[in-house]
């Protein structure tokens, strides 16, 4: 009987500690990735040089590369720190608990979430049961290891609850609203929602469902609402000179610059996020021009709301690499606010780093003044240290119609997530004809063009001079440049009719511009010069004639003015008449 005893408190406490220990487990999160292939090559990659590396799902699909586990969290804590002083592992990495992950992927046919199995005693001898039985009853009666305390009955919850402060309970809410058992008001209130909500939290981590969360569930509840902010270390910045006081997540940013009118903060590690701290002195309209301005910045990606009030703007702009959030107000003639720019597909850590931004961001005395940290070297392509959006490339199109369509080169349209004309006004493809190499643009707005293309109805003579209107440095000048050249051609080398050959030193942003007599008249558009693979003199260039291009034009409905003929036109008069149907065609992605 006594040997039935031990052996039976033997099992009892041996599966005690080992339930305990599978509760209170930790890992190291090092990398998140968006599919299961990526993530099995790069959890591969960390086996390499790391022990206890496995992989996880960690919904959403998504799925993490994590270490351990780890019998405590202090015990993760601690090797973090070792590992990312070391270089062994992103700065970004955290701790995490056993609840923020599914199903395992690796090591294949592994279950590292599952506790160690207790030893079958019933498989041993009697005198080695008893043996070993009485052992362990031995070294559980000497193990001075610390052991938690028992969990709370419900009366005692109620009575720790009830010493808890209003801030502490409307905490507690938001740690069960960010876990998704709650999505009532944040009031400290705690009614029939928010006992249903900790009800759910502990079916769902394994606890007895009462609705009473005791003091050890809420600080794990806790536990898991801040892992996420592990190695952010979330500081309090004062910055006189901006006038701005705020906690800046100082584990993945380091402070840069004051260039008027950012304080500037870039990535300190792996991780791409920038904090740009915003300050300027400025009534309405140089708010309003800051939020057209900040709109042209590569770390403010075109899709995204936003939204601009009389006195603030908010922007959110996202694209397939990132995320950045904007926040700005004006107040007694002080522009302020913050920028925070995070990788894409981090929703949890960005949105919880943004929140306290958010939430300590304060106004002190000071503003940067204008002119703060501007340098000798200066870009075109630079906004106070900051890369402004460029087109991946412009060409020239001409206006056709009354209304804005424009006519202009394939080369300028193929590929583009957005196409914009003279920088501002969005345009889509109403046509195309690959095989002539034009395409038809239609304004998202009604545009009102200074002139319009007439196009000649009879063959131009050859030898005849010839002008071409196009942004030959793709926008840089701001206004279209005139070349000048002569008609060689009525085909092309290959013969094609539908061509002109055309002696002129064109250069590329000049593709898809009007090419025009003495008169005025549009005997062609401009085409690329690719030489169809084939290394070309410098001054050969070919146009689609004036006859292609107005039968592709009613085709496709639109319709054509043609030239009535006329005398020479003055030069002044025919670079006016170029210049004011021509416009710029970017490509954007």
Request: glycine fraction near 10%; include cysteine.
């Amino acid at each position: 009987m006594t040997r039935l005893f031990f052996a039976s408190l033997f099992a009892l406490v041996f599966c005690l500690r080992a339930v305990s220990a599978q509760e209170d487990r930790a890992w190291i999160r090092v990398e998140a990735l968006p599919s299961l292939l990526e993530a099995e090559d790069r959890v591969r990659d960390y086996a390499e040089f790391l022990p206890n590396v496995n992989g996880f799902a960690i919904g959403s699909g998504w799925y993490a590369v994590v270490l351990g586990p780890y019998d405590t969290r202090n015990a993760a804590t601690g090797e973090l720190r070792v590992l990312r002083g070391q270089g062994r592992i992103p700065r970004d990495s955290f701790v995490v608990t056993t609840s923020s992950l599914q199903r395992q992927f690796w090591p294949v046919g592994a279950d590292a979430q599952s506790p160690t199995p207790a030893v079958e005693t019933s498989d041993l001898p009697e005198s080695d049961e008893t043996e070993q039985a009485e052992e362990t009853a031995q070294d559980t009666v000497v193990d001075e290891t610390p052991q938690a305390e028992p969990e709370e009955t419900v009366a005692e919850a109620r009575r720790s609850e009830a010493q808890m402060t209003g801030q502490e309970k409307r905490d507690l809410q938001v740690a069960l609203q960010w876990a998704g058992f709650y999505n009532a008001a944040i009031d400290g209130a705690y009614g029939a929602g928010t006992r249903r909500a900790m009800a759910a939290w502990q079916e769902a981590n394994g606890f007895e469902a009462t609705g009473v969360m005791t003091t050890r569930q809420r600080a794990l509840a806790l536990q898991n609402y801040n892992a996420v902010l592990d190695g952010m270390d979330l500081q309090l910045v004062t910055d006189d000179r901006a006038g701005i006081e705020m906690r800046v997540p100082l584990g993945v940013v380091k402070f840069e610059a004051h260039e008027s009118p950012f304080a500037r903060y870039v990535p300190s590690g792996d991780l791409p996020a920038q904090v740009l701290l915003i300050s300027q002195e400025g009534d309405q309209r140089r708010l309003f021009g800051l939020y057209d301005i900040l709109q042209t910045l590569e770390v403010v990606p075109l899709d995204g709301p936003r939204e601009r009030r009389n006195s603030g703007f908010t922007i959110t702009g996202t694209n397939k690499d990132i995320v950045s959030h904007t926040e700005v107000s004006l107040r007694d003639g002080e522009i302020k606010g913050f920028m925070l720019v995070w990788p894409a597909g981090d929703e949890e850590r960005r949105t919880r780093v943004l929140q306290e931004m958010s939430d300590s961001f304060t106004r002190i005395p000071g503003v940067l003044p204008s002119g703060v940290g501007v340098g000798d070297t200066q870009s075109v392509d630079l906004l106070s240290g900051l890369q402004i959006r460029t087109p991946r490339l412009s060409r020239t199109g001409f206006f056709v119609s009354d209304n804005g369509t424009v006519l202009t080169t394939t080369e300028a349209v193929d590929g583009c997530t957005r196409i914009t004309l003279d920088g501002k006004t969005e345009a889509r493809v109403a046509s195309s004809d690959a095989a002539l190499g034009m395409a038809l643009l239609t304004p998202e707005t009604t545009l009102a063009p200074l002139e319009v293309a007439e196009l000649a109805t009879s063959a131009p003579r050859l030898q005849s001079e010839i002008a071409v209107a196009g942004f030959s440095y793709e926008g840089v000048l701001g206004a279209p440049s005139m070349t000048f050249g002569k008609l060689v051609d009525l085909r092309g080398l290959d013969g094609n009719e539908a061509r002109d050959r055309v002696s002129l030193k064109a250069l590329p942003g000049d593709a898809g511009g009007p090419v025009m007599d003495r008169s005025g008249a549009v005997i062609g558009m401009l085409l690329p010069r690719d030489g169809e693979g084939r290394t070309l003199p410098e001054e050969v260039s070919f146009s689609v004639d004036a006859g292609a291009l107005q039968a592709a034009m009613r085709k496709a409905g639109v319709s054509v003015r043609t030239a009535r003929g006329g005398p020479e036109m003055a030069p002044e008069d025919l670079t006016n008449k170029a210049r004011g149907m021509a416009v710029l065609v970017s490509c954007w992605e």
